[in-house]
């Protein structure tokens, strides 16, 4: 019995004292809980005692009393030199194993003699409590322990979705282990966390080095200590530029691309070997790494170049610089003040010197010779005349050296059809969102059904020359912003424009049969205008239409279908190609969501952006798409599908003098004519096409309206259909009037959200539309839908792929953004993934709207990414802040010179917002920053700006 009390009680005491261990016994954190606890040391070093609990009951030591370490502390307060701790002293006597002492000494030791530690000033280090100051020291350049063990993720944000893949978790979430008391009793983790640990990427170690390395300010400011003197000397412009010449290196390209074989520079400055890796030496330093005597291991070290390395053959290879001068852009080395000779110390110099003029001479001997062999067909060596005047500022060659040479300038211009005809089913398309590739496919698949010879081609990818060739061409257009092309049409729609514009001795496509169809949003004033400009420029060749032209509205959908029938029936009737019949398709049953089968997506939040008293209203939306299947990348838009306006409803059906009951029929089925207006057809919408139909269906007198385009503007402005239907009342039967209109389009919102930041959900950012005009209340039909949707209410949604507006993909690469109002919402997305990726490159916004005490959109989130580096350049116009009306395009040109420093240095410039004003007067403004700070004539900065469109570098997403 005695026995059994004992054990009892021996079990008692256990439990109890484990339960004490996990309960801060000596109140420590009862003070080291609090915020804001600080202290100066003895050399005035602004040090933080505040722990946070969360962090220390998760971390490894989460249940070891505070007294278990710091067994120098015996009252309190206490003088803080007793905080200090010697793990070695308390516990890790034996640890880790082979009977070594786990101790900082050995580190601190190896830091001191490194390049990193021989500072030896105040505050760098103190018994190696050094990494516990809230900053870096403004006066010292060496980094304190903090700068690269600071509290991180065990699993950062951007790799989380790697991690569950990579260990399937099927029906747990990482916090069902990682917090909590499991976690704390349990497993543990670390406060202090290495970032180059090895579930790390290489690049996420290297920028640990490039924080401060990619700082040229600072690097120019730090002192180099002289091995032989121990005097400090000023930094050469190799240091300061090691970052940028290691990012032209084959090692850095590597990594950026997500190859890990490329080297980071913990590998070469730190390579893996007995001891710590904490001493990188000077690349001059006996000892050092990357000591030329010391290279051939450590470029040979295991997973790298191995025996390769190591041969004395190879040698040679060993010489290759990875910071050589010759990699760092001439502008960068005359920016920071450095003498431009610094960079021909390279002995990539001497190779250009030899080799240069032999390739020259090789260069103009083939060029000779390719002359005199095709002197029939030739072309410039440097491009066609134009290319020459414009992009070169050359002066045209003299008619008498083209004659000579049997060339002609390079215009636009076609050869008359002649000898083999390509009688393919040609189908030419122009896409900006997709919607008409698709309509293309569509025709395309249909063909290929019907097994017709048949060609699908991208309008960008096409040789102007070979429309000559054709026979057959069926042309697929969108059209952009005020009336312009899609940017893949732009070029082939440039040429014919301009061969269409000149007169010809006789027609250029006299055997071309073609037929256009062309989509578009008929609420835009130049509805369709790229279908009517193809199907112009192709007639004034003499081609011959062979089907009227379509101009689609946004339900496309049904003509499309028809047109397609016709293309086909209209080709085997011409070509003489009768094909095969196809036998009936089967339409699969829609299985996912999409445009014609929404998703009803759950509000999760929504709320107004805009502080008291500003005139505007912009809702920030969260939808979740949990289960739906739906994605999408930064970039893309999501389109929403409205119902209209109640009260609008009923006072349509006032006016007309309808009651609402009467039965309607829309593509096949019957439905009352109050829900046909609610939640089918546009019955807002004023515009040309309806007023036409409109004027046909009733003998409204509307002729001289819409023979005058100036009194037709006046009257669309600022009026819906019921001002039309009260100022021409119609004598229309309900069945007749809904034919008139078409369906309630869905509206498309850039996506203002990161998939990888915010899983599961996409978010827009609406400005809510609500005006007085012609005695009559109005609002927008789409914003005041979602404007009323409250969290837990659904919304039918669906994504659209917007190629054309894309990050790129080099995260290396700097990005300019310009989007006041709601032009933001596709660069919050933007930097929310370039967070979330690590993308190096900088970022740099202009934003924009009416007063910054009201209308800063996000404002917090800016500032916070502002601080910590996301976003390295906000620039601010806020028009009605001062009396000078101050916009987006205004602080461009304050800053032409930086701006067009980074247009130069390969930066990408996107724009969001307003088609008609701004974006045309930031193209504008652009242009003049070129002409003022590139010493450009308007032509050739025009030019620039194509040649960046073309490249991607110049991306607009206007409306």
Not at 792 to 821: K, S, Y
Not at 843 to 849: A, Q, S
């Amino acid at each position: 019995m005695v026995q059994l009390v004992l054990i009892l009680t021996a079990l008692w005491a256990a439990g109890a004292a484990a339960l004490e261990r996990h309960a801060d016994p000596d109140g420590c954190l009862t003070c080291h809980s609090l915020p804001g606890l600080e202290y100066f040391d003895d050399h005035g070093v602004r040090r933080t005692a505040t722990i946070l609990k969360e962090a220390y009951y998760g971390s490894l030591h989460g249940s070891v009393p505070c007294r278990d370490c710091h067994r120098k502390i015996r009252d309190y307060p206490h003088d803080p030199k007793n905080g200090y701790v010697d793990c070695s002293s308390s516990c890790h006597v034996e640890e880790p194993s082979e009977g070594k002492r786990f101790s900082h000494k050995d580190i601190v030791e190896e830091f001191k003699k490194s390049v990193h530690g021989m500072g030896k000033k105040a505050g760098w280090t103190k018994d190696f409590h050094g990494g516990n100051r809230l900053e870096e020291v403004e006066t010292q350049q060496n980094p304190s322990c903090r700068y690269c063990h600071y509290n991180e993720p065990y699993i950062p944000p951007h790799r989380l979705a790697q991690f569950m893949e990579a260990f399937n978790h099927v029906d747990t979430g990482c916090g069902s282990c990682h917090q909590g008391e499991v976690w704390r009793d349990q497993f543990g983790g670390h406060i202090l966390r290495r970032l180059i640990g090895k579930h790390y990427s290489k690049n996420d170690a290297n920028a640990l080095c490039i924080r401060c390395h990619g700082d040229h300010e600072k690097m120019k400011a730090a002192k180099i200590r002289d091995l032989e003197t121990g005097e400090l000397k000023p930094s050469t412009p190799r240091f300061v530029f090691a970052v940028d010449s290691y990012a032209k290196f084959l090692h850095a390209r590597l990594l950026e691309v997500g190859v890990e074989d490329g080297a980071s520079c913990i590998d070469c400055h730190a390579p893996e070997g007995e001891g710590f890796r904490h001493g990188i030496l000077s690349h001059r330093d006996p000892k050092a790494s990357t000591h030329p005597d010391h290279l051939a291991d450590t470029c040979g070290q295991s997973g790298c170049h191995g025996d390769y390395a190591k041969n004395p053959l190879n040698r040679g290879f060993l010489l290759t610089d990875m910071h050589d001068m010759a990699w760092v852009p001439r502008d960068r080395v005359q920016k920071a003040g450095f003498d431009l000779e610094v960079v021909k110390d390279s002995p990539w110099w001497t190779v250009v010197w030899v080799l240069g003029p032999l390739a020259a001479l090789f260069l103009v001997g083939q060029a000779l010779w390719w002359l005199w062999e095709n002197r029939d067909e030739a072309v410039p060596i440097l491009g066609g005349w134009k290319f020459r005047t414009i992009m070169l500022e050359m002066p045209a060659p003299p008619a008498w050296w083209r004659r000579l040479l049997g060339t002609r300038d390079e215009e636009a211009t076609l050869e008359p059809g002649g000898g083999d005809l390509d009688d393919h089913l040609v189908i030419l398309y122009g896409s900006q969102t997709g919607n008409a590739e698709g309509v293309a496919e569509n025709l395309f698949h249909l063909a290929e059904r019907w097994q017709l010879p048949v060609r699908l081609i991208d309008m960008a990818e096409l040789e102007p020359k070979e429309l000559a060739r054709f026979q057959y061409l069926f042309v697929i257009t969108s059209t952009q912003g005020e009336g312009e092309p899609p940017l893949n049409a732009q070029n082939l729609h440039r040429y014919l424009k301009e061969l269409a514009g000149k007169n010809h001795e006789k027609p250029l496509l006299p055997h071309l049969h073609y037929a256009v169809f062309g989509l578009g949003d008929s609420s835009y004033t130049y509805f369709c205008q790229c279908g009517k400009d193809f199907d112009a420029f192709l007639e004034k060749l003499g081609a011959q239409r062979v089907l009227p032209r379509v101009d689609a509205d946004v339900d496309y959908e049904e003509p499309a279908a028809e047109w397609l029938a016709k293309v086909i029936e209209t080709y085997r009737r011409l070509s003489g190609h009768e094909g095969v019949e196809p036998p009936p398709e089967e339409v699969p049953a829609e299985t996912g969501y999409g445009k014609q089968r929404p998703y009803p997506a759950p509000v999760l939040t929504n709320h107004n952006l805009n502080g008291p008293g500003s005139a505007k209203e912009t809702r920030h939306i969260e939808f979740s798409l949990e289960g739906s299947g739906l994605s999408y990348e930064p970039g893309d838009v999501l389109g929403v599908y409205p119902t209209n306006p109640p009260a609008y409803v009923e006072d349509l059906l006032r006016v007309l003098g309808w009651s609402g009951y009467e039965e309607v029929e829309l593509a096949g089925e019957r439905l009352s004519l109050r829900e046909a207006f609610f939640s089918r057809l546009d019955i807002t919408s004023l515009t040309r096409p309806l007023l036409e139909k409109y004027a046909e269906a009733t003998g409204a007198e509307l002729q001289p309206l819409l023979a005058d385009a100036k009194s037709l503007e006046d009257y669309l402005w600022g009026r819906q259909l019921i001002d039309l239907v009260e100022d021409y009342p119609p004598k229309l039967d309900p069945q007749a009037f809904v034919a008139l209109l078409r369906k309630l389009p869905p509206r498309l919102y850039s996506i203002s959200s990161s998939p990888r930041m915010h899983p599961g959900q996409v978010h827009l950012t609406v400005g809510v539309v609500r005006y007085h005009s012609h005695s009559r209340d109005r609002e927008g039909v789409c914003s005041n839908y979602l404007a009323r949707r409250r969290p837990g209410e659904t919304a039918p949604v669906f994504v659209q792929v917007n190629d054309h507006f894309r990050l790129p993909q080099d995260g290396g690469t700097d990005i300019i953004m310009v989007g006041p109002g709601t032009g933001i919402a596709p660069f919050r997305a933007f930097l929310e993934e370039r967070e979330v990726s690590g993308a190096s490159g900088r970022n740099w916004l202009f934003f924009g709207d009416q007063h910054q005490a009201t209308d800063f959109l996000y404002a917090e989130e800016w500032e916070d990414k502002r601080k910590r580096g996301v976003l390295t350049r906000l620039s601010l116009a806020f028009s009605r802040d001062q009396e000078r009306r101050i916009y987006v395009q205004h602080r461009m040109q304050e800053e032409a010179a930086e701006l067009y420093a980074w247009l130069e240095g390969g930066a990408y410039f996107y724009v969001c917002g307003d088609a008609s004003r701004m974006a045309k007067d930031v193209h504008r403004t652009l242009v003049e920053i070129l002409m003022s700070q590139g010493g450009m004539s308007e032509e050739k900065a025009e030019a620039y700006l194509k040649m960046m469109e073309q490249e991607g570098r110049y991306q607009r997403d206007v409306y």
